[in-house]
């Protein structure tokens, strides 16, 4: 039976969207364009998508977003911009992530306005609760687990991921050096989900990556 609480339902909704969230990296990409990758990615079963690119400009950037925004809704699938608030406002993305050092929470709410999706990333209980309480509507923990996309990530330990989905109502989902091998690790913590790159874009077969880990996450995380 559904929850009469609409704010659950929606709370519910969006953990279910979150089960395998895809971020991008054209590091692997080779002599393939990225809405190819991402296509076959978000057919196989990633439930979000999030465009990450550190070395773009903003302005080099948007036809790139614009692009994968069109292949995200052929799948009915949210996309996410990391960290670059103008080029998710340009493009009407579904939303935007932001670290620690990104932006301010409060007036990002503010910016993309009530209906869009605010991820935050976080590494403590404390700033966890406070991007909660700022408007946060779902939380990125990690580095889980030691990863070569983020090498300069510090690592959280699995105490800490599960001490922060104890403290706050909203989603949250686990990053870092996360995949077939040591999903099971994170069963109980109460995460909805997993954040992956490399388990996906990384592999020479990135359909059947996407399906396997997408079985793995339904299995692991219900």
């Not at 659950?8 to 990409?29: F, G, I, P």
């Amino acid at each position: 039976m559904k929850s009469s609480d609409p704010v659950k339902r929606l709370s519910d909704e969006l953990a279910n969207k979150l089960r395998l969230y895809v971020v991008t990296d054209r590091t692997w990409l080779g002599e393939r364009c990225l809405a190819e990758q991402v296509d076959e990615v978000l057919s196989a079963g990633g439930s979000i998508l999030q465009l990450r690119e550190k070395e773009m400009s903003s302005a080099e950037m948007m036809p790139l977003a614009a692009q994968l925004k069109s292949v995200a809704a052929k799948y009915q699938v949210p996309f996410i911009i990391n960290d670059d608030l103008s080029v998710a406002l340009a493009v009407d993305a579904d939303g935007v992530h932001i670290g620690q050092s990104d932006g301010d929470v409060v007036n990002t709410r503010h910016q993309i306005g009530p209906n869009k999706l605010l991820g935050v990333s976080v590494q403590t209980v404390e700033q966890a609760i406070k991007a909660e309480d700022e408007g946060a509507d779902y939380l990125g923990v990690g580095a889980i687990f030691p990863t070569g996309s983020k090498a300069d990530a510090d690592t959280v330990a699995l105490d800490t991921l599960k001490a922060i989905c104890e403290a706050v109502q909203i989603p949250v989902v686990a990053i870092g050096g996360i995949g077939l091998t040591n999903m099971d690790r994170l069963k109980g913590s109460g995460i909805c989900g997993v954040a992956v790159i490399s388990a996906i874009f990384a592999e020479a077969d990135i359909s059947t990556a996407t399906s396997k880990l997408k079985l793995k996450a339904m299995e692991v995380f219900g």
